[in-house]
T-cell receptor, first 114, second 113 residues
């Protein structure tokens, strides 16, 4: 069974803290994605990666960075967490190139920044 | 630009009612179209897809037909169950390359017993 796992389901952090969200997939997918999900806004792409050490900005990259040192792992970093980064964060992966390829999602991390 | 518009929710239905969730899109190329479902406490999972005009995607009793002339991909089910309660997302990927999926805002469905 294919799987995308995220390091935490729930996380509470304080303003100014550095936050790491980890995502691991076991499907040997080249593409990996980080989204945030907010009510009424759907999913918004933060960053994506199409290969190890490669990254591209999505629609809302400000305040975030990413790291992809190994093919199976894609990390999202909040350098200095702020309250407006309170959200649900979803990781996904897919095979490259074919536009009809579905994305496989992890269960999400609900982050609260106090 | 490219975008996906879904009907606003929540949609509340009784068990065995007919479901339609409207989805229209704007795209500069020739997209593939998807419906994803998110059950409570879980990530999204693919429900069905269609890769070209007039294709019909179907799964678990849900159907959607890719209508190029109306740029629509409405989701339908003839008889909903309580277990169908979830958030449904319409999405597209352009066939002209790139890796981005564009999602609609999502429509929450509640099904009452």
């Amino acid at each position: 069974d294919v799987k995308v796992t995220q390091s935490s389901r729930y996380l509470v952090k304080r303003t100014g803290e550095k936050v790491f969200l980890e995502c691991v997939q076991d499907m040997d997918h080249e593409n990996m994605f980080w989204y945030r999900q907010d009510p009424g806004l759907g999913l918004r792409l933060i960053y994506f990666s199409y290969d190890v050490k490669m990254k591209e900005k999505g629609d809302i990259p400000e305040g975030y960075s990413v790291s992809r040192e190994k093919k199976e792992r894609f990390s999202l970093i909040l350098e200095s967490a702020s309250t407006n980064q309170t959200s649900m964060y979803l990781c996904a992966s897919s095979f490259p190139e074919r536009s009809y390829n579905e994305q496989f999602f992890g269960p999400g991390t609900r982050l609260t920044v106090l | 630009g490219n975008s996906v518009t879904q009907m606003e929710g929540p949609v509340t239905l009784s068990e065995e009612a007919f479901l339609t969730i409207n989805c229209t899109y704007t795209a500069t190329g020739y997209p593939s179209l998807f419906w994803y479902v998110q059950y409570p406490g879980e990530g999204l999972q693919l429900l069905l897809k269609a890769t070209k005009a007039d294709d019909k995607g179907s799964n678990k009793g849900f159907e959607a037909t890719y209508r190029k002339e109306t740029t629509s991909f409405h989701l339908e089910k003839g008889s909903v169950q309580v277990s169908d309660s979830a958030v449904y997302f319409c999405a597209l990927i352009l066939n002209t390359g790139g890796f981005k999926t564009i999602f609609g805002a999502g429509t929450r469905l509640f099904v009452k017993a």
